[in-house]
C-alpha cells in the first residue's frame, strides 16, 4: 500500500469510538477465561446469597429476578440455597457435566449457566433433564438461565430456547442492580461496595470490548492492511533502534576514553549509562540515549541523572541523599526533576541535557562533565 493509503486506514479507524478502558483490581488479577468465568459464578453467587455479609441482602436476587421473564411479584426468599459447579447426575447421559450456578429459593430453582468469552457449547438439554429430575418434587418453580457478557448468536439463541433456557445479558442485570441499589446502600459493607463495583467494571470493561462491533467489522474488513502496517511499523522501528544503537556505540567508546572510566555500560543497544554507590540504597546513574524527530533517529540527545528502585528502598529514597546538591549546583538546580510520578518506570529523573543529535563533541563534554560531578557527589555521600 502507498503512504497515503495507509494515512487513509488510520482517519478511518480514529473516526472508530472506543470507550476508554478503566484499570480494575479484579481486571488486574484475573485467570485465564476458563478460570475467571469460574471466578466470576462465585462472586455472583456471594452477591445472590441474601445471608451472606456484603450487606446488600437480596438486591442480587432481586435484580435477578428483575430480569426473568416471569408472573407475579417479587417476594424476598425465605429460605435460600446456592452450590457451584453442580454434577449433573440425575440426567440419562451426564458425562460428568456441571451446572455453573444452583439457587434453590423457597419454592424456585435457579440453574444458571455463567457464559463470558466462550461460545455455548454446553448440552442445555442434559442441563434441563437434570434439573427436571432432581427437583421435581421440592420446587413448583424452575429457571434455566444463560447469563452472558456478550449477545447470544441466532443459532445460540435457538438452542437456549429449545433446552427451556432463558438469555440474560450482564448488562441488563448490572442495571436491574444500579436501579435498585439505593434501597440497599445504606446497609451495606462499604468494603463490599467496593469490590461490588470493581467487579462490575471488570466485566463492562470486557462487555464493551466485546460489544464494539464497529472495531470488530474495522479489523476484520481491514485486517490485511492492518497486518501490512503493523510489519512496516516494525521494521520502520527496529531501524531506528539500530541506527541509535550504532550511534551509542561510537559515544560509548569515546565516553569511556575521555572518562577512563570502564563502568559505562549499553543497555538494549540505545541507552548509554553509567552507576555509582551500587549494592547500595544510594545508587545513583547517568542515562542517555537518542530521541528521534522529523524522520531523524537521532535528532536529539538527552541526558538524564536517576535513581532506580533497589532492595530495601525506592528510587525516590534513593535520591533524598543527594537532592541539596544538585539544588545547590549552578548547573542542575533549575533543570526539570520527575519523582517518579510521570513516568511508568517510577524512577527518579532529573532531565539534564537535551542537545542536537549531530554535535557529537558538544554531546561528550556533556556527558563528561555530569560524570564529574555526579562521581564526586556519589563519593561524598
Sequence with gaps: MEAKEYKKLLEDFSKIHIPPKEKTFMGICQYPASRFEEICSRVLAFYFNPNEEHGFRDLWFRALNQCIKQ????????????????????????????????????NTVYAIENKIGAQLYNDLNVYSDHIKKKYKENYSN????????????????????????EEISYKVLFEQVNSILGDYIVDSNVKQLTFMVDFMKTLNNK???????????????????????????????NDITKQQAEA??????????????????????????????????????????????NNNPCAKFRIFITT???????????????????????????????????????????HVAEIDGDKTDVIINELDKCYKFLNKVANEI
Excluded at 434455566?144 to 445460540?156: K, M, R, Y
Excluded at 540505545?270 to 555509582?276: A, E, M, P, R, T
Design 71 to 106: 408472573e407475579g411479584e417479587y417476594c424476598k426468599p425465605k429460605n435460600i440455597r446456592l452450590s457451584l459447579e453442580e454434577p449433573t447426575k440425575c440426567a440419562e447421559s451426564y458425562e460428568n457435566k456441571r451446572i455453573d450456578i444452583i439457587i434453590e429459593a423457597d
Design 308 to 350: 532506580w528502585n533497589v532492595k530495601g528502598a525506592s528510587a525516590s529514597q534513593c535520591w533524598e541523599p543527594y537532592e541539596t546538591a544538585f539544588k545547590n549546583a549552578e548547573n542542575y538546580k533549575d533543570c526539570h526533576l520527575d519523582k517518579g510520578t510521570e513516568n511508568e518506570n517510577n524512577r527518579v529523573y532529573l
Design 207 to 237: 462487555m464493551n470490548f466485546m460489544e464494539n462491533k464497529e472495531l470488530s467489522k474495522f479489523f476484520f474488513e481491514h485486517r490485511q492492511e492492518v497486518d501490512n502496517l503493523i510489519c512496516h511499523y516494525n521494521e520502520w522501528r
Design 142 to 165: 424452575k429457571k434455566a438461565i444463560v447469563l452472558t457478557a456478550h449477545s447470544l448468536s441466532p443459532n445460540e439463541k435457538q438452542k437456549a430456547s429449545q433446552c427451556g433456557f
Design 248 to 293: 551509542i556505540s561510537i559515544l560509548y567508546n569515546k565516553i569511556k576514553e575521555k572518562t577512563g572510566d570502564n563502568r559505562w555500560w549499553i543497555w538494549s543497544g540505545w541507552d548509554l549509562g553509567i552507576s555509582f554507590n551500587d549494592n547500595t540504597n544510594k545508587r545513583i546513574g547517568i542515562e542517555a540515549s537518542y530521541k528521534e524527530e
